[in-house]
């Protein structure tokens, strides 16, 4: 999947965007290439996105209809929610329906496709417009082969101490910062967000399993085509008791060099889905990163070189500067909040770290294959 | 799926059936409820199983035709092959052919699913044949919800050093052990093989990875209401470079109160199609039992209570005992080979490790829910 040119977006977020869930829209609109002409969540309409994301002057309407009135007409209507398991809401169907037939595509990263719904299908072709579903699995259906890395590649992938708390937002902060520094950084996609952000990659958790690692070492293959430093996005954690083993799949299909370990303070625990009488509280920071280096190096070896956090349960700065400065004693790490503050300096930081390890050093002085 | 009916089996290795990816084959002939009444493979055609498998003797024919004019004619050809990847050689695509059009149904455990090729289907509705697909995943898609188990349930999982050294097989041979003892127990196949043998479970490994957990969690509350003790059917490894997140699945899945760790001595790499310039050696034992443990108990508390050894490089019956011996000093825990001398011991030793668990007498002090 390529790059298409600038879409000019209405993103569906429907009474989910200052709930939770919102982060397929938080991220194409941070992130994207795209032009977004208007939110759609009747349950805030009239207000702004700058409310929650400053600088993001974007409208905020209640349906299909007013979005089509605006001065930019949108071409495309963007599902902009990540629930859990992927499912279409059923009320938004009409929604979908109406967007359609105005003319509009529809992109999606659903697990339930668009494109394989009788009544959407049919509509979409009687209109003339596309459904794109991103997290359809490439056809390709291949194991790990054991592929090692190009001499010269450094693979950097975010692993996380719980879903949806910014893995994929370190790992594009962490290459708008590595391009400034003139390194030639490439961000893999392996989720439906950042693969609207970034016009190619594979939504791993829609893999079949069995090919989870063989599909990462595929995408680590192309990306080493694009540029020298990989910066692979993660998914889920490594204590996720519903999505560990895809995090696995990405660890092990990737074999990163290095790891970046991106934490939310102040989460006490998991954020999902789960029976009332369960309980799944975040790891400690120093025991998980031994951890994840222990199981990463049941396939490749690999360190934890920095932590990105979310500080975003703490807007005082000064309150912010003293976590920051507890976890890097704690750790040992380069600690910051990339999506705040910015990466340069922890890119600086990890880079120097990544060219320091054993396993890069040894890599470069394979006979490039 | 339930039980079928006994079928008569004529089981297609060609060509496999002494290199190696026989194992489907090999589990079916020797746990299956299945007569079978030929082996299909025209490399050792005129000899016996009974070389091999000492006690059963079952004859090796070349083709379809030969299988048919047997005293018992089959009414099933069964693939008995686990190609990595799972994709059909094409050279069986004659053989399916011929035995469809004689009148025999296919049962298939391959990735490549017969049922949905064009010309297999169509000579199986013009035949009034049926093409069985184990490794069809359910409908179902739903992540997991941290189900806790059922109190006076008890979970153990098989895991592993490697794929294919026995993980079902030393499950199957404690559920024989533990019946025999008078226990409730259940086998979770979660591979096509274990499928074929006791008529129920899902191949995880076909699962769409995000809801490999969701599907193993609704497995064990299906297990739990066919016995007390769950022995669940392992797959791949924790460090295996291709399997790894399907094993972890399984892990954090079935929330095992204990595993038993299946190894098989004398191994030195991982067995599986990798690129030649790769390189991936066998765990040693107590670090990878206590990584098993750590990593487990991100989700839930769990113990590896024995080892059951695959001793099948060591013919000789002292060098055996000898390494048994060894491995028992070693890690500290009950180890026996189940195939090869039987699990009555190592099932009673399991045992009662288990009931000795504090979060087993935890969970049986929960009000059932």
Chains 1, 2 share one sequence.
Not at 66 to 74: F, I
Not at 175 to 186: E, Q, T
Not at 199 to 213: E, M, T
Not at 242 to 257: D, E, K
Request: proline share 7%; with cysteine; hydrophobic share 45%.
């Amino acid at each position: 999947m390529n790059a298409a040119t600038p879409r000019r977006l209405v993103i569906l977020t429907e009474g989910q965007w200052h709930v939770h869930n919102a982060k397929t829209a938080m991220g194409v609109i941070r992130y994207g290439p795209d032009h977004v002409v208007a939110l759609l969540d009747s349950t805030i309409a009239g207000r702004s996105v700058a409310e929650w994301m400053p600088g993001h002057d974007i409208p905020i309407v209640a349906s299909i209809g007013r979005a089509l009135v605006l001065p930019e007409r949108p071409d495309t209507l963007l599902i902009g929610i990540a629930p859990t398991g992927g499912k279409l809401p059923p009320a938004w169907r009409a929604t979908i329906l109406e967007a359609i037939r105005a003319g509009l595509n529809v992109h999606s990263g659903l697990h339930t496709f668009l494109g394989d719904d009788p009544e959407l299908a049919a509509a979409a072709a009687a209109a003339g417009v596309e459904l794109v579903d991103y997290r359809r699995a490439p056809e390709r259906m291949e194991t790990a082969v054991g592929r090692r890395h190009k001499p010269g590649s450094r693979v950097i992938l975010t692993v996380g101490t719980d879903c949806a708390i910014g893995k994929m937002s370190v790992a594009l902060e962490l290459r708008r910062s590595a391009l400034a520094a003139g390194d030639a950084a490439v961000f893999v996609p392996t989720g439906q967000t950042g693969m609207m952000i970034d016009g190619w990659g594979v939504a791993v958790d829609r893999v079949i399993s069995d090919f989870v690692q063989g599909t990462v070492e595929w995408m680590l293959e192309e990306g080493e085509t694009r540029g020298d430093w990989l910066i692979v996005e993660g998914q889920g954690s490594l204590d996720h008791p519903a999505y560990s083993s895809v995090t696995l799949g990405l660890i092990h299909g990737a074999t990163p060099h290095a790891m970046v370990m991106v934490h939310k303070p102040g989460m006490a625990e998991h954020d999902f889905d789960h029976l009332p009488d369960a309980s799944f509280p975040i790891a400690r920071l120093p025991d998980f990163i031994r951890l994840h280096e222990s199981v990463a190096g049941l396939v490749a070896p690999s360190k934890v070189v920095g932590i990105a956090l979310n500080t975003s349960l703490y807007p005082d700065a000064a309150e912010t500067r003293r976590i920051v400065e507890q976890i890097e004693a704690e750790t040992g790490l380069p600690t910051a909040d990339p999506v705040r503050f910015g990466a340069d300096r922890l890119w600086r930081e990890i880079r120097a770290a990544v060219e320091d390890l054993p396993w890069v050093r040894e890599n470069d002085a394979r006979a490039a294959g």
